[in-house]
């Protein structure tokens, strides 16, 4: 994962909440986002484990599209009811969010470079891609 260094302060403390159900897909995000000062909630795999883990208090979210055959369109319902802001990251299109009745504002592709990755959490604690509230359809 070529490109700019990582600031390991760039995310100093924020809890950070990885749905992923690809072993070593999460292993690679959790140590990218550790590596920049962030607290790992999860990484979890299914959508109960990711609702569930939404009540430890994570600030930011990052959310596989699909979690074994299943949309996490329900993650991402529940994200935009406890206002945590999420992006979408997925191995198919960016548009299978699209038909998503709250799909955030950020949906990127797989794989990304570290420093995208760091990138787009510093956003989401900016607050630069907020849900608009349950239900938000964006």
């Known amino acids: 994962a070529g490109g700019r260094a990582v600031s390991e302060r760039a995310l100093q403390g924020a809890r950070v909440l990885v ?16 590596r920049a000062g962030a607290e ?3 990484p979890v795999a299914t959508i109960g484990e990711a609702v569930a883990a939404l009540a430890s208090g994570p600030r930011a979210a990052l959310l596989d ?20 802001p999420f992006a979408v990251v997925t191995g198919f299109d960016a548009g299978i969010t699209r038909s998503w009745r709250c799909r955030g504002r950020l949906t990127l592709e797989k794989p990304l470079p570290a420093a995208q990755l760091v990138d787009v959490v510093a956003a989401l604690l900016r607050g630069e891609y ?3 509230g349950a239900g938000c359809g964006e």
Do not use: F
Request: one cysteine or more.
């Open 40 to 42: 790992v909630v999860g």
């Open 19 to 34: 749905v992923e159900d690809n072993v070593l897909v999460a292993d690679v995000v959790c140590t990218v986002l550790r």
């Open 65 to 84: 599209a699909d979690l074994r055959g299943e949309s996490s369109e329900p993650v991402a319902l529940a994200c935009c009811e406890a206002g945590v």
């Open 130 to 132: 907020a849900c608009r």
